[in-house]
């Protein structure tokens, strides 16, 4: 994802019909990882999913998306910008229709990771449009990019919300379905605004895209298994060595290959490698902590589809109004590190509180919104900062790849966490119930340890961050 400043010397005059269609894009791109959260209990009883098969609704998008977002990037610098963008959309709206008419879980599955599959395509080619079309004017580029930025926050949110309005009132087939006529409307609006963009020369990484998607498959599908295979059969063991050897072979191919997916060198800018596991920490602790929400509302608390997405919604638009009005004011005057310190920390406690106070008989006001506003306050104060702090130190000609990376650590971190919370929270309702506990009590029990282990990594997060990011240089 290069920027290329200087391919245009005079503003385009489509740019700011341009940035809408690009927002778009990434308002539709976020929305497809929380629509699908409140509709989650409708897809399980009407596909048959287990309680712990679940995650692989969320986990399908995020893996491909995350795994194979550099691919797309590098695709978009080769064969224009705008081609990736129109074969992105073209792609996303074919999955939609699949998951939308899903009949079983392979089927559903497999929709989801097409879709991320065309998000992957969609998200660099945007980003690196926003970049040409507004470089002419440092001004104009802030502004746009704060557009960019607040369209992503309003894609969550709006995710959560219509998630329950379309399960409700529709059916959960139309929370995939709702895609398709935003999809040909980007394709027929992207001849008209959009530039082609730049291309370069070059080669395409596909093996090494390949083997790191193959080799996060793999380990979440080993860790999701693990509860009911065991973590010492033969199953479990040979899947994550196997993982294991396709992430070593990544990196040997990074290191020989003259044009990789990732030159290995970048890792050795001071905090970008620090900076991305406290990132991917970041998205390990919040993604476990509205996916298991969004469970104890409707499968303990009974809230029905629209309840659910509706008790959602306070803290999304809380996430949408700290991050754009008050973050980055906190960073511009404390730094970085320490905002994002402090909102790992807030993460962690209203993890904690949602661990200890949100019982089956619970009451939403009481035990369920203080402490999901307090998530929320964490997540909207460490993720710009953590944002920041995974891409310090890059040169200028290599922001565009650190902010690939940092997509995706975040995206990779939201997969294994919450492959990691589902499977112990799995692993302690099983243990309920055979203790004779009530489906109930024991699914909440379930609930809670995934808190408590999200909570974990959001400490783990803070810890690292406070110890090892550096001050960076004025």
């Avoid at 063991?237 to 997916?261: D, G, M, N, S, Y």
């Avoid at 469970?295 to 638009?317: D, I, K, N």
């Amino acid at each position: 994802m290069s920027t290329q400043a200087n391919v245009i010397a005079a503003p385009d005059a489509r740019r700011w019909r341009a940035l809408f269609l690009l927002c778009l894009a990434q308002f539709m791109v976020i929305m497809d990882t929380s629509i699908i959260g409140v509709a989650l209990p409708a897809i399980k009883e009407a596909l048959g999913y287990s309680q712990d098969n679940l995650q692989w609704i969320f986990n399908a998008y995020v893996i491909f998306l995350g795994g194979l977002m550099l691919l797309g990037g590098r695709l978009s610098d080769l064969f224009g910008q705008r081609r990736m963008f129109m074969l992105g959309f073209l792609i996303l709206s074919m999955a939609s229709l699949l998951a939308g008419l899903a009949w079983s879980e392979a089927a559903m599955n497999t929709g989801r990771a097409l879709q991320g599959l065309g998000s992957a395509f969609i998200l660099p080619a945007a980003l690196t449009i926003v970049m040409i079309l507004f470089s002419h004017n440092p001004k104009e580029l802030n502004k746009a990019l704060g557009f960019w930025g607040a369209s992503a926050a309003a894609g969550g949110t709006a995710g959560v919300f219509l998630g329950g309005v379309i399960t409700e009132w529709l059916s959960w087939n139309w929370t995939f379905l709702i895609n398709i006529p935003v999809g040909i409307f980007a394709l027929i609006y992207s001849m008209r605004v959009l530039p082609a963009g730049v291309r370069q020369k070059g080669s395409v990484d596909v093996i090494g895209a390949l083997a790191i998607t193959a080799a996060l498959v793999l380990a979440v599908y080993a860790i999701v298994t693990a509860e009911q295979v065991g973590w010492g059969s033969v199953q479990t063991i040979t899947l994550l060595l196997i993982a294991a050897l396709l992430l070593f072979v990544f990196f040997v191919i990074q290191k020989v290959k003259r044009e990789p997916l990732i030159p290995l060198g970048i890792f050795a800018v001071p905090n970008l490698l620090v900076g991305n596991i406290a990132f991917g920490l970041l998205a390990g602790a919040w993604i476990p902590l509205w996916f298991f929400l969004n469970l104890y509302l409707q499968q303990v608390l009974r809230f029905s589809a629209f309840a659910g997405g509706v008790a959602l919604v306070p803290m999304t638009v809380l996430v949408m109004v700290v991050m754009i009005g008050l973050t980055g004011r906190l960073v511009g005057r404390f730094g970085f590190k320490s905002i994002l310190v402090i909102g790992l920390l807030v993460l962690a406690g209203s993890l904690f509180l949602l661990a200890g106070y949100t019982p089956i008989n619970g009451n939403f006001v009481a035990n369920v919104l203080p402490a999901s506003l307090l998530g929320a306050l964490g997540m909207a104060l460490a993720f710009i900062p953590g944002t920041i702090a995974s891409m310090s130190g890059a040169k200028p000609e290599e922001t565009g790849l650190a902010s690939g990376i940092a997509n995706t650590s975040y995206q990779i971190g939201s997969a294994i966490g919450l492959a990691i919370m589902s499977a112990v929270a799995a692993s302690w309702t099983g243990g309920q119930l055979e203790q004779g506990t009530e489906q109930i009590a024991a699914l909440n029990t379930g609930f809670h340890a995934a808190f408590i282990g999200a909570a974990i990594a959001a400490l783990a997060g803070a810890f690292i961050a406070l110890l090892f990011l550096r001050k960076p240089k004025q």
